[in-house]
């Protein structure tokens, strides 16, 4: 790198990302990302010292101002005082993403509900603030969930979860050898069709450097165009959706790119789990250090995979638990996931059921960062399946059934439908290269995975139909419906 680009990534990181943000009402950005840094390696008493004060302040704040959580607080009998320890926490009920559909405006401070309409009328996109949100009157800011699991949540926030998300993204990417001001391409929740005017691009590439495209929907020409504006802008980090930066690396495989001498030096995805299939994929197209995001729109992002591989939670920020029948989960019977935000948002989510299923475990990381970790994280409970005997299911397992290795050759598609009887349904649309003795070797490796009380069955068909949103559906589960 060139004196004058580190000059350049240094302006950018330092000054125009962290003031133009601020002008955004997404304030401390860099404040926060320098505290952030120390505080990863505290130890982990000093660490849940600092989450029991903010838990402690935003159980007062939350309880005076949003009427939801004062009638909550108060069927639960709780006071602020009475939380002594983190355990305390649990005397409060977790927060359904129902409750946050049917309440949304209850759980918002009330001194911000005059926001609402001009929130609600915004022509930007989901997050999107006003110019200047910083110096106007109204600075709330209307999002939405992916609703990819279901129908989307609606929430509101001020700019410090974004604020919040930035900052520990700069910590992630940190970790990975880069500092703030590194180039970036980042593939986001928007169709071509729907990438915001140029001059606002231009504005991120210049101020922020980064490299805006679209992430949903995505046909080949969409890549081609990626690819283009991706060798031209020579990022360093590749960040975007699980799905895209796949899709990416697919295209540039399948259409033997010649990406002159182009290669990122990281790529993090979010929003889905990476799985091995995805992970060699990603590695054998871009040669690079990998780490995926997880965490949700609502509450932002929660934890990260670090370079020697744990899941490590952003625990200045965030309050997790995992919970299995209103018990501590533990390693081998992994529980929900639930999540407190304990910034300052007009919103708070207090005990927020996130859906997934992990377990919350000390980090004892080769990384050296005191940060607790998730482990045997399962992903999300509509899609674990439990069998006769009681035995956990993950997707990870069918993914490694057939993603890798031989099977992927005789595959095409496949989709697992998880019966109410219990019994499990194979739809497959085989390759050519699929003969009897492939559906024999699945049963065989089915039987020594699954006990043979699981009754199997295969059927073999042409297609197998996507969800309207275009997401595959790997995994359907009838089992745990009423
Ligand atoms: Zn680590």
Redesign the pocket.
Known sequence: MSFLEQIQDFVVGNITFPLTNYTMNRRGVLRHYHELRKSERYPQERLQEMQLRRLRELVTYAGKHCPFYTARFKEAGLLPGDLKTLEDIQKIPPLTRKEVMDHGHELLDTRYLPSIPFADQSTRGPGQPASFARFRKHKLVKNTSSGSTGAPVTFYEDGTITGRNWALELRLKDWFGHKPGVREARLVRLSTDYLPNSSTLRARKRLWHQLILPGVNLTDPDFALSVEKIKEFRPKVLWGFTSALTGLADYIRRSNQDMAGWRPELAISWAAPLYEHEKSLLSSVFHCAQTNIYGSREVGHIAFF?P?G?L?INQEDLFVESQRDGRESTPEHPGEIIVTTLDRSPMPFIRYRMGDIGDVAP?N???G?SLLVIKNFLGRTGEVFFTRDGRMLSPNFWMRTFMIGLQSQTIERWQVVYRKDRSIHLRIVPRPTFTPETEADIRRHLEKNLSNITPVDFEYVPQIERHPSGKEMLIINESNQQ
Do not use: E, L, P, V
């Open positions: 670090c020697a744990s490590h980090g990381c080769a990384c960062r």
